[in-house]
């Protein structure tokens, strides 16, 4: 349901953006966001925006990330700028969805994208 895309590697101090696409039979997309898990760490929140566009960053990514959504095509992008190497982790999406003919909300994520920022 979920599709994510635009991880890779990049040096210190650059940039990536990536991208989530929903896809299928959804009624409704509620909160859109973005979580990432480092190597023996938890999986944390880095940003999240409700459909009418309200955002909650992580304090670790505030004014360097920035989420932003297309309620038309489903999508939710990151942008993230002055990378880490602090940032390296598996980015993963999450939609809180409802689908057609159904009348609860649930959690869809991503596969996940890698993120490496070299030093």
């Known amino acids: 349901q979920l599709q994510a895309s635009g991880g890779g590697l990049v040096q210190a101090g650059g940039s990536l953006r990536l991208s989530c696409v929903a896809s299928?039979?959804?009624?409704?997309?509620?909160?859109m966001g973005w979580y990432r898990q480092a190597p023996g760490n938890e999986r944390e929140l880095v940003a999240s925006?409700?459909?009418?566009?309200?955002?909650i960053y992580g304090d670790s990514v505030k004014g360097r990330f920035t989420i932003s959504r297309n309620n038309g095509k489903n999508t939710v992008h990151l942008q993230m700028n002055g990378l880490k190497p602090e940032d390296t982790a598996v980015y993963y999406c999450k939609a809180v969805l409802r689908l057609v003919g159904k009348w609860v909300w649930n959690d869809y994520w991503g596969q996940g994208t890698l993120v490496t920022v070299s030093s």
């Open positions: 299928g039979i959804i009624h409704e997309i509620n909160d």
């Open positions: 925006i409700t459909s009418g566009g309200s955002t």
